[in-house]
Nanobody, 128 residues
Framework: QLQLVESGGGLVQPGGSLRLSCTVS????????IGWFRQAPGKEREGVSY????????VYGDSVKGRFTISRDNTKNSVYLQMNKLKPEDTAVYYC?????????????????????WGQGTQVTVSS
């Protein structure tokens, strides 16, 4: 019953923009922090962004700071990732995930083991 579903991925040229959505069901979104992760072939999973349960705190990976913006609308059961100035190295499958209750650190928010449910991912390809 518990689901997170990503959407909004696709093919975009370098310098372009995409907005990813993570729509959840089966739980009350406002109770949980959400993270965005990505994984490219042959590479480790990388933390992209994080947002606390009410949106008061956000965290970004070094590689996306200044280009990506995370937001949430709990009334719509959705979390968003606005991706601007996209680069070929942003090409990856992007996942949203629910951070398990009991974890609250924002100093380091990208430990995958702290996330208990994951979406299936959406492909983002940045190419000319």
């Amino acid at each position: 019953q518990l689901q997170l579903v990503e959407s909004g991925g696709g093919l975009v040229q370098p310098g372009g923009s995409l907005r990813l959505s993570c729509t959840v069901s089966g739980f009350r979104l406002s109770y949980y922090a959400i993270g965005w992760f990505r994984q490219a072939p042959g590479k480790e999973r990388e933390g992209v962004s994080y947002i606390s349960h009410m949106g008061e705190t956000t965290v970004y990976g070094d590689s996306v700071k200044g280009r990506f913006t995370i937001s949430r609308d709990n009334t719509k059961n959705s979390v968003y990732l606005q991706m601007n100035k996209l680069k070929p190295e942003d090409t990856a499958v992007y996942y949203c995930a629910r951070r398990a209750a009991g974890y609250s650190s924002t100093y380091y928010a990208f430990d995958s083991s702290e996330y208990d449910y994951w979406g299936q991912g959406t492909q983002v390809t940045v190419s000319s």
